[in-house]
């Protein structure tokens, strides 16, 4: 293939990642179409661009979600909301992305270009371009479609100092919105296992709240977005790197019905489901209240809850009082619940 590509009826061909000029033309055609920046239309190797001042923060991630499309988005959107969260938990403010893609051989142009699409759209939106990527393309069967890898650079601004480590007995520990909502979206587009709920993903850029979040208290001292493995694993590691224990209150996780319902049917816990659009939040106990009121002022906040705090435990112990009044061990997920999903 030498010409432009078909995008509305062609296919992804060995070629289009071969390095001559059927891959100079899908580049050209959609990826830097789609972006369209200054960094991208240079045409370099890599992209230059300035550093403001701060401490730098870089974070990765690779998205294999399954299927590509799902209520309330996409791998595109995922992979941007992905990455920007995770410079968003260093408590940075993002400011560029990288992108890697593995096509296989096959795949409908179309759906490329609706992927590439939502993921342009998804950095506009959150003001965080792509200025550099790559392209691969692997032969039939050997990859389910598109997987995007996306790198993200971002600086944290002077005297915020937010870490995994700074937990601390007494702290009040917060979520920002419902739990599990992503992962059941996802199980439900899947073929066989519709519940035919109108739930949508959550998968949403945080950077915004977070500014927020720091402005009305600064003194936050963890963040972390709870995707694969869910509340619990995010709790987990928290305990783990500060030294303490977590102790929450079933009574007091927001948790939409339509989920609990789908996780009681398929032997699910919802505080392993994964989550793309909530974070979790450790403050001082006296910060607590400002930091609550200032994430329910929040759009991406609105259903933001105080759910525990953080108990002086070496063991590391997760701890959940239940509904019933008993308490139990919050496990970290064992093995893969949901695969492919994020």
């Known amino acids: 293939m030498s010409g432009k590509p078909d995008l509305e009826a062609g296919r992804v061909e060995l070629a289009h990642g071969g390095g001559g000029r059927a891959m100079t033309r ?61 410079v968003a938990m260093g408590g940075g403010r993002p400011l560029y992305l990288a992108a890697g893609f593995v096509l296989e051989e096959g795949f409908p142009l179309a759906d490329l270009r609706r992927i590439v699409g939502s993921m342009a759209a998804a950095s506009r939106e959150a003001e965080v ?32 100092a937010v870490g995994g480590a700074r937990a601390r007995p007494g702290d009040r520990v917060l979520v920002s919105g419902t739990l599990g909502d992503h992962g059941v979206a996802i ?18 850029p945080l950077h915004g709240l977070v500014a927020t979040m720091l402005e009305a208290a600064p003194g936050v001292r963890c963040l972390r977005d709870p995707t694969r493995g869910g509340l ?14 977590m102790r929450i209150r079933e009574a007091d996780l927001p948790v939409r019905e339509e989920v609990r319902g789908a996780c009681e049917i398929l032997g699910l816990d919802p505080l392993n489901v994964a989550n793309e659009g909530k974070l979790v939040a450790v403050c001082p106990p006296d910060a607590a209240p400002a930091l609550l009121a200032a994430m329910g002022g929040h759009p991406l906040g609105r259903a ?39």
């Open 26 to 86: 899908l580049i050209e055609e959609l990826f830097a179409a789609a972006f369209d920046n200054r960094w991208l239309a240079a045409g370099d190797d890599a992209a230059a661009f300035p550093a403001p001042a701060g401490r730098m923060v870089m974070a990765t991630d690779s998205h294999v979600v399954t299927p590509l499309f799902f209520p309330g988005g996409d791998i595109g959107s995922l992979a941007v909301h992905g990455t920007v969260n995770d």
């Open 129 to 160: 371009p792509v200025v550099a990527g790559d392209t691969k393309v692997v032969e039939r069967g050997k990859a389910d479609g598109v997987y995007i890898s996306t790198t993200g650079v971002g600086v944290v601004p002077e005297g915020v």
């Open 187 to 204: 199980l439900s587009a899947r073929e066989d296992l519709g519940f035919g709920t109108e739930l949508q993903s959550d998968s949403a």
């Open 232 to 245: 619990a694993a995010a709790l987990h590691e928290l305990a783990r790197h500060s030294g303490v224990g």
């Open 304 to 342: 933001a809850a105080e759910i525990g705090k953080v108990t002086a435990d070496e063991r590391g112990f997760v701890e959940m009082e239940t509904a019933f009044g008993g308490t139990r061990l919050v496990d970290w997920l064992y093995g893969e619940q949901l695969p492919r999903i994020c």
